[in-house]
T-cell receptor, first 116, second 113 residues
């Protein structure tokens, strides 16, 4: 399967614990995005990477959140000191960078986080 | 915050009927895209329409865009039970050099066999 993969698919944690999610984009894609989706809502943009550089972060990404993309390949999203409000589906998407803003983003299956 | 609103929030139809979903947005856009999401899964890209286009077709899908009204519609013709899903419009704002997307709240479509 050459699509976007995310791991784990589900995560249950207790409030105050740290969690880390991984995203493996499509191999030739330079751009990688993280979104968060709560129940009944559309996805909301969190952050964007062009290769290994993190070029934009949403205000939704508080200082408890950190994302990395070492070597411009896979990406990790870490949430420290989780809160119940962090419960959501975390979606990763990737795209090639040859079409400017006119591009299709390919989404992974998401990681569903539940904070108890 | 969400870019805009989708209407209706939920739509229930019989197989073979057409389904129309509407999307409104607030800012100037570079393009508008429609995605489908099956329950609890990732999103699948359906179609992209540029700001200088008014209508686009792909198979059983027809998308229209009215930039003067900041609105778009998605028509699915001859619907099938497999079309049951949530449908989201997403916009790429004018002035961005990459594809950061702002999504609507979505329309839940149920197609009864």
């Amino acid at each position: 399967d050459t699509g976007v993969s995310q791991d784990p698919r589900h995560k249950i944690t207790k409030r105050g614990q740290n969690v880390t999610f991984r995203c493996d984009p499509i191999s030739e894609h330079n751009r990688l995005y993280w979104y968060r989706q709560t129940l009944g809502q559309g996805p909301e943009f969190l952050t964007y990477f062009q290769n290994e550089a993190q070029l934009e972060k949403s205000r939704l990404l508080s200082d408890r959140f950190s994302a990395e993309r070492p070597k411009g390949s896979f990406s990790t999203l870490e949430i420290q000191r989780t809160e119940q409000g962090d419960s959501a589906m975390y979606l990763c998407a990737s795209s090639p960078s040859d079409r400017g803003a006119e591009e299709t983003q390919y989404f992974g299956p998401g990681t569903r986080l539940l904070v108890l | 915050s969400q870019q805009g609103e989708e209407d209706p929030q939920a739509l229930s139809i019989q197989e073979g009927e057409n389904a129309t979903m509407n999307c409104s947005y607030k800012t100037s856009i570079n393009n508008l895209q429609w995605y489908r999401q099956n329950s609890g899964r990732g999103l699948v890209h359906l179609i992209l329409i540029r700001s200088n286009e008014r209508e686009k077709h792909s198979g059983r899908l027809r998308v229209t865009l009215d930039t003067s009204k900041k609105s778009s519609s998605l028509l699915i013709t001859a619907s099938r039970a497999a079309d049951t899903a949530s449908y989201f419009c997403a916009t790429a704002s004018r002035g961005t050099s990459y594809g950061k997307l702002t999504f609507g709240q979505g329309t839940i479509l149920t197609v009864h066999p």
